[in-house]
């Protein structure tokens, strides 16, 4: 029996190791259509089954924590962040991974993003005199 244990043990050690490489991946799931870009700057689900959506929830959220950080180190909304980040993304994934289309064209986007910054930025500074 105990010489049974010790090889059991290992596979279920092995087998547990194992799965986070059977993951799926974000290059994976983009490349199998399953998520897309969009311009929100979080990807979307194009099939919804439970590997797709759990990968969904695990990257938003990472880039929520993401955006968040960068927005207020340069003064900006998290959703401006992520705005500009989605116009980017998208830009960059290229004809047929694009999930949504913009509600604003991206010049204006970042224009706004980069007025907001200033004017916040002028505001403190005149707080400060």
Do not use: C
Not at 13 to 32: C, M, N, S, Y
Not at 50 to 56: D, P, Y
């Amino acid at each position: 029996m105990r010489a049974l244990r010790m090889p059991l043990l290992a596979a279920l050690l092995l087998i547990g190791a194992a799965q986070p490489a059977l993951a799926l991946t974000l290059d994976e799931a983009r490349l199998q259509g399953r998520v897309g870009e969009t311009f929100s700057g979080y990807i979307a689900a194009r099939q919804q089954d439970g590997e797709t959506q759990a990968l969904v929830k695990r990257i938003n959220a990472g880039r929520s924590v993401e955006y968040q950080r960068i927005a207020q180190q340069n003064n900006l909304t998290t959703d401006q962040v992520a705005r500009i980040a989605g116009a980017k993304l998208v830009e960059r994934a290229g004809a047929g991974r694009v999930r949504a289309r913009p509600q604003r064209p991206v010049d204006a986007e970042i224009k706004k993003a980069r007025r907001h910054a200033w004017q916040s930025k002028h505001r403190a500074n005149n707080n400060n005199d």
